[in-house]
């Protein structure tokens, strides 16, 4: 199976940046994704890259556009999301995910294996 650890997150005031890592124990082409769910909320999908992407722009959720970006280092199996100019709504526990298929695109058809999470609490 593939495992995937999120970390990175923590408290921060309105308009900081954080740095989300999500190691996965094996990449060959899979495309990541990272996903979040608030409190009292549903889990939504914030942004996805695959084998070829650079940036992670194949899928970002509207409400992080201009602010949140991903990127890839396959030599380290990690991928990351940079979040800039942070707000309370986005407070959330943040999820990385995987289809576990090579060479697949963005956004995969079902996302087949789950991190734990890590939690990101911005304060205003």
């Known amino acids: 199976d593939v495992q995937l650890q999120a970390s990175g997150g923590g408290y921060v005031q309105a308009g900081g940046s954080l740095r989300l890592s999500c190691v996965v124990s094996t990449f060959s082409g899979y495309s990541i994704g990272w996903f979040r769910q608030a409190p009292g909320k549903e889990r939504e999908g914030v942004s996805c890259?695959?084998?070829?992407?650079?940036?992670?722009?194949?899928y970002v959720v509207d409400s992080v556009k201009g602010r949140f970006t991903m990127s890839r280092d396959n030599a380290k199996n990690t991928v990351y999301l940079q979040m800039n100019n942070l707000q309370p709504e986005d407070t959330a526990v943040y999820y990385c995910?995987?289809?576990?298929?090579?060479?697949?695109?963005?956004?995969?058809?079902?996302?087949?294996?789950w991190g734990q999470g890590t939690l990101v609490t911005v304060s205003s």
């Open positions: 995910a995987t289809d576990g298929r090579p060479g697949s695109s963005c956004p995969p058809i079902r996302y087949n294996y």
């Open positions: 890259i695959s084998s070829s992407d650079s940036d992670g722009s194949t």
